[in-house]
T-cell receptor
């Protein structure tokens, strides 16, 4: 079966750093995505990792450990507009993208 | 990035009627399209995978006779919700992927908010 776990909610302060974790167990693995989704909108792509290590893109970084079935999304210099749901998704062996339940991030002033 | 257009963005229909949602890849050929459903405050649940020119593959628990999927060309897939009921009210999102080996990312349409009254 497919299982992707991430925290339900997180709260952080504007200007701070927050790390959103994701663990997965899937039938095959062809990479892991992070998406941002604001309420009522479609997800927007943030990152894709297929090799172990850290990928940095501006204020956002994503890390992957395939042996541990673990990834995290790191958001730096948080802004109010970063308040959204963050979805961890795995591209399975059959090339389907399966989503976790999402982490709702609240950024407070 | 590539563009996927989904139409309509919002639709309200009466219970018992059918609704068709279109998903188009505008600047690439999408051999595979995915249809997701998302209930409020929940994540995207994969409903089915459609490959151009063949029958869709439905996930467990999704009624194929209720959610008809057609992928007639490399740029268009449609989802028809037949005999819609209020419990079918949801956010439906498609995503399209180019052939394996060129793009691993699947691009999302804007989503369709379906309300059945």
């Amino acid at each position: 079966g497919q299982n992707i776990d991430q925290p339900t909610e997180m709260t952080a302060t504007e200007g701070a750093i927050v790390q959103i974790n994701c663990t997965y167990q899937t039938s095959g693995f062809n990479g892991l995505f992070w998406y941002q989704q604001h309420a009522g909108e479609a997800p927007t792509f943030l990152s894709y990792n297929v090799l172990d290590g850290l990928e940095e893109k501006g204020r956002f970084s994503s890390f992957l450990s395939r042996s541990k079935g673990y990834s995290y999304l790191l958001l730096k210099e948080l802004q109010m507009k970063d308040s959204a749901s963050y979805l961890c998704a795995v591209l399975t062996g059959g090339f389907k993208t399966i989503f976790g339940a999402g982490t709702r991030l609240f950024v407070k002033a | 990035g590539a563009v996927v257009s989904q139409h309509p963005s919002r639709v309200i229909c009466k219970s018992g009627t059918s609704v068709k949602i279109e998903c188009r890849s505008l600047d690439f050929q999408a051999t595979t399209m995915f249809w997701y459903r998302q209930f409020p405050k929940q994540s995207l649940m994969l409903m089915a995978t459609s490959n151009e020119g063949s029958k869709a593959t439905y996930e467990q628990g999704v009624e194929k006779d209720k959610f008809l999927i057609n992928h007639a060309s490399l740029t268009l897939s449609t989802l028809t919700v037949t005999s819609a009921h209020p419990e079918d009210s949801s956010f439906y999102i498609c995503s399209a992927r180019a052939p394996v080996g060129s793009l691993t990312e699947a691009f999302f349409g804007q989503g369709t908010r379906l309300t059945v009254v």
